[in-house]
């Protein structure tokens, strides 16, 4: 089942923010354009937890990229609600595993990215948990924006964010903008 969200996620993400931040204006790729990476979401799920919640995501995301408080993405909470694969920051790492790989089949190389990548991840988002918990308690960006959980969020943007820099070479596109967004990646801790 493999599904391209990046287009669309990342179609939030890369702002044109004109920031004294290098890591606020992130490059203009398109991570699975430079990467082939499995992704384990259906289409139509990112396409609707998109159309709802995608303007609140984009306000959350220029927040951090412009150094406020980490805060929830709605988006990344509705898709971890409709898969069962993020709770808060309780992570299912064995669904979160089991759907990447599946997602990779027929490409063996992402196996042990796959394996490390994932709890590892979890474990960060757990480590997270008083930050976050912190930020779900201020108020909302836009009145009339929700108010979600961060462990979503911040689980999806690692997991990507780590596959993405362990893209092996057989499926990364070696041209200038592709290995401009590697290091972008590489160098800016959040503004990926």
Known sequence: MKVILFSSVFALIALDLVLANPCAKPPPADVKQCCEFPMPLEGALVESCINQYGAQSMRVIQSILTGGPPRGACVAECLSNATGMVNGVDV??????????????GKPEWVPIIESSIPECAGMVKAMAPELEKASKLPPLDPADPICSGGPG?????????LFQSCPAKYFKSTPECNELKTYANTCPLGF
């Open 154 to 162: 911040f689980m999806l943007f690692c997991a990507v964010k780590t």
């Open 92 to 105: 299912n790492v064995d669904l979160l595993v089991a759907g990447f790989k599946m997602a990779a089949d």
